[in-house]
T-cell receptor
Framework: DQQVKQNSPSLSVQEGRISILNCDYTNSMFDYFLWYKKYPAEGPTFLISISSIKDKNEDGRFTVFLNKSAKHLSLHIVPSQPGDSAVYFCAASGFITSGTYKYIFGTGTRLKVLA | EAGVVQSPRYKIIEKKQPVAFWCNPISGHNTLYWYLQNLGQGPELLIRYENEEAVDDSQLPKDRFSAERLKGVDSTLKIQPAELGDSAVYLC????????????FGPGTRLTVL
């Protein structure tokens, strides 16, 4: 049962354009969401996060949007740069049942920014 | 500040052999995680420690996997005996305290079981 899904395994975008990466989750008890970026042969690194009490969080070129009713979040990168080429993982966390805390990653989307 | 350190970076073993991975978290981080990452998948939690206590090991295959975090700092993950399907990247991460904190990952150990 994949509770956090990234349905697009890959995405190609021209340099300077907007990249939009999507993530869906199934459990409404998740209340904190994060995006991580991963380069080859390295561990994931934190990029940006959002609490369920917000619907948008912005940090420079990166903006995360949360639609709780749709159980959907997205990461916007604008403008996209070749150095943004990496695998992006979304993660959802929260106490999904009484006393059970979970932090679950999606399957990842490989972004390629074309120069 | 030093990041999460893992060793070895790569390991190739024959099936049925034992293998161990070591992780040194960021200084002062109380929470430590071991993840398994298969090709094309996201990290999947194996075990989470808060200090010395394993607070979530529900996904750890306890028949062949074991982990320890003595003194609440370094941690070791062991597989005995290894199977072909254990070939994957094993990631260690740490966070300052609360489970909701951002996790800081090490580079991972790529295990190949022949």
């Amino acid at each position: 049962d994949q509770q956090v899904k990234q349905n697009s395994p890959s995405l190609s975008v021209q340099e300077g354009r907007i990249s939009i990466l999507n993530c869906d989750y199934t459990n409404s008890m998740f209340d904190y969401f994060l995006w991580y970026k991963k380069y080859p042969a390295e561990g994931p690194t934190f990029l940006i996060s959002i609490s369920s009490i917000k619907d948008k969080n912005e940090d420079g070129r990166f903006t995360v949007f949360l639609n709780k009713s749709a159980k959907h979040l997205s990461l916007h990168i604008v403008p996209s740069q070749p150095g943004d080429s990496a695998v992006y993982f979304c993660a959802a966390s929260g106490f999904i049942t009484s006393g059970t805390y979970k932090y679950i990653f999606g399957t990842g989307t490989r972004l390629k920014v074309l120069a | 500040e030093a990041g999460v350190v893992q060793s070895p970076r790569y390991k190739i073993i024959e099936k049925k052999q034992p293998v161990a991975f070591w992780c040194n978290p960021i200084s002062g981080h109380n929470t430590l995680y071991w993840y398994l990452q298969n090709l094309g998948q996201g990290p999947e939690l194996l075990i989470r420690y808060e200090n010395e206590e394993a607070v979530d090991d529900s996904q750890l295959p306890k028949d062949r996997f074991s982990a320890e975090r003595l003194k609440g700092v370094d941690s070791t993950l062991k597989i005995q005996p290894a199977e072909l399907g254990d070939s994957a990247v094993y990631l260690c991460a740490s966070s300052p305290g609360r489970a909701t904190d951002t996790q800081y990952f090490g580079p991972g150990t790529r295990l190949t079981v022949l």
